[in-house]
């Protein structure tokens, strides 16, 4: 089968709005047919190929947002510290890897914890996809203890911790946050991840499961994944509404 293709849309240039520097920017969305993601949520093939355009980077101060016409002054003086300049000068990540950590820092530094985490666990997709496991490990680690300094924690997103910490090999932990679910009210599909989970953890494997696994026969036919889904709060029980109804 041939590797997905991305229709991209027109290049534009953009002003930056940090630096004021002009530059290229491409927005790009992935083609169906998509699958299941991972149960951390971790696209499918397609969606991932689109990951670089998930945040604009400028070439010249190397902002990360989301659109870089937009900063505030938190972001500018981000932008111009020494923390973020040592994180860009960290040339064993991967290229990708260091734009969704600089976006996490953009957050962090903002006090928006939950979505630190989430660039940072999209920092360890981009490391998943260059074979850098341990670094791929390190920020599920940093994401679960960004998520975990927030604000109260959803079901969902507690579901996801628990994943994300068997990814990262701390089985110990992914049995004791498996075990705290255990006496909450989920739903039944959610339940099920649940136990999938459970047995993942017992026999000691970090690899990466899909949703389908965990919700066999409905979850196992593909559908379409919207860009950046994972980004998007409520998207898990978006998908298991969608899983249901299959």
């Known amino acids: 089968m041939p590797p997905p293709r991305l229709v991209a849309e027109p290049a ?3 002003v930056c709005a940090v630096c004021g520097q002009k530059s290229r920017q491409v927005r790009a969305a992935n083609l169906a047919p998509e699958g299941p993601p ?3 949520l971790r696209p499918a ?20 947002a ?7 002054p938190a972001e500018r ?5 020494a923390n973020y300049r040592a994180l860009l000068a960290e040339d064993g990540y991967p290229p990708l890897s260091r734009r969704f950590l600089a976006r996490a820092m953009l957050h962090e530094e903002q006090g928006d914890l939950h979505g630190a985490a989430e660039h940072t666990l999209h920092a360890a997709w981009a490391a998943d996809d260059s074979g850098q496991a341990d670094l791929a490990a390190l920020w599920r680690r940093e994401s679960v203890a ?5 604000a109260e924690l959803s079901l969902e997103q507690r579901l996801r911790v628990v994943d994300m910490l068997r990814r990262a090999e701390d089985f110990p932990g992914a049995l004791e946050e498996a075990d705290s679910l255990a006496g909450t009210r ?11 989970e459970r047995r993942l953890i017992e026999a000691g494997d970090a690899g990466r499961h899909t949703v389908a696994a965990a919700l066999p026969p409905p979850a196992s036919r593909p559908h379409v994944a ?5 980004q998007k709060p409520g998207l898990f029980s978006r998908l298991l509404t969608w899983l249901r109804r299959r």
């Not at 989301?66 to 505030?72: E, H, K, Q, T």
């Not at 003086?77 to 510290?81: C, E, F, K, N, S």
């Not at 960004?146 to 927030?150: D, E, K, T």
């Open 226 to 230: 919207m860009r950046g889904a994972a």
């Open 186 to 196: 989920l739903s039944d599909a959610m339940a099920r991840v649940l136990a999938f």
């Open 45 to 64: 093939a397609a969606a991932r190929a689109a990951m670089p355009s998930w945040l604009q980077q400028c070439p010249h101060c190397f902002y990360a």
């Open 12 to 14: 534009v240039i953009v």
């Open 38 to 40: 991972d149960l951390d």
């Open 77 to 81: 003086a981000v932008v111009q510290g």
């Open 146 to 150: 960004l998520f975990r300094a927030g």
């Open 66 to 72: 989301p659109r870089l016409d937009r900063a505030g």
